[in-house]
């Protein structure tokens, strides 16, 4: 279906900050492709909540990004369903903490997958549509984590950092195409993959789980708050206007101050 929106692509959006995107870009009248690696049955009410008036169309697209394959074909897939692509917006991701000597070399392998492999296999397939259309946006969501590294985070850190640096080549090779290509690096989010961790954290350091939140989450943070996911979807939805299209590649920070230290 072609209604004449602009299409928007967010991986991982059945929760947290890809949720917030996928809402915010309906809202502002993108037609969004949702995703998540869940069968549809699983994923619950997303698409009614992010366009609940129906005024632009909200479609979900089960793919595992930890497979390259699936996550090259996911671009044709939007693309065959909308008629095209506009703006694709690579947020899944995975975290895992553990000291390096423990850390589990499949988890490894999967964290690089789902935030870094698979963000150069969606990139490759939307780029051709976007450059002969001559207009583009892809946000990469990368993390204060792919500015500055903490312990225990050996496959996030390595991941995000990674991230980064894909986004400055491509948005050099696109510079001249009307394509803008940028990281966003929050801070701690408080999403279902933080709260995740708490426990993880408390092992690894040796803390309660109220002193993760109060000492290794909030106190890199000088505002000592929590990022909300609304924030960052703010700022995604701000590098979609035409506004930003002289933003490009660049680490965008959204962490309350961690990364000025
Ligand atoms: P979340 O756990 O709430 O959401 C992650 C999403 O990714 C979910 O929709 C999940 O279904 C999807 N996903 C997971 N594995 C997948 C797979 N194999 N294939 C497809 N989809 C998959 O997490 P979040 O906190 O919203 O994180 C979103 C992104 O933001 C991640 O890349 C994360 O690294 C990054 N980030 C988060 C924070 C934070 O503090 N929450 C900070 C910096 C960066």
Redesign the pocket.
């Known amino acids: 279906m072609d209604n004449g929106k602009r299409v928007a692509l967010v991986?991982?959006?059945?929760?947290?900050?890809?949720?917030s995107i996928a809402s915010k870009l309906a809202a502002i009248g993108y037609n969004v492709a949702i995703?998540?690696?869940?069968p549809e049955s699983e994923i619950g009410d997303a698409p009614g909540t992010i366009a609940p008036d129906g005024n632009v169309c909200v479609r979900y697209f089960q793919?595992?990004?930890?497979d390259p394959k699936r996550a090259y074909d996911l671009v044709g897939e939007v693309v065959a369903a909308f008629g095209r692509l506009d703006v694709l917006v690579n947020?899944?991701?995975?975290?895992k903490v553990a000291p390096i000597e423990e850390f589990p070399p499949e988890d490894w392998d999967r964290i690089r997958a789902?935030?870094l492999d698979s963000a150069f296999h969606t990139i490759r397939a939307a780029l051709p549509g976007m450059a002969g259309r001559g207009w583009g946006r892809i946000i990469n969501?990368?993390?204060?984590?792919g500015l500055r590294a903490s312990p225990f985070k050996s496959a996030?850190v390595a991941t995000?950092h990674g991230v980064v640096g894909l986004t400055k080549t491509v948005a050099l090779e696109t510079a001249e195409k009307g394509i803008t290509v940028n990281a966003i690096?929050?801070?701690?989010?408080?999403?279902?993959?933080?709260a995740?961790q708490v426990a993880d954290q408390a092992k690894v350091h040796g803390l309660s789980e109220a002193d993760v939140v109060r000492e290794i989450m909030l106190a890199p943070q000088p505002t000592r708050q929590f990022?909300q996911?609304e924030e960052v979807a703010e700022l995604a939805a701000y590098l979609c206007g035409d506004m930003a299209r002289s933003i490009t590649g660049s680490a965008i920070s959204i962490d309350g101050g961690w990364t000025a230290k």
Do not use: M, R
């Not at 793919?63 to 930890?66: E, H, Q, V, W």
């Open positions: 991986t991982g959006s059945t929760s947290g900050i890809g949720l995703n998540s690696f869940e793919a595992d990004l930890a947020n899944a991701g995975i975290q789902i935030s969501i990368a993390s204060a984590h996030y995000k690096c929050p801070g701690y989010v408080w999403t279902p993959l933080v995740k990022v996911p």
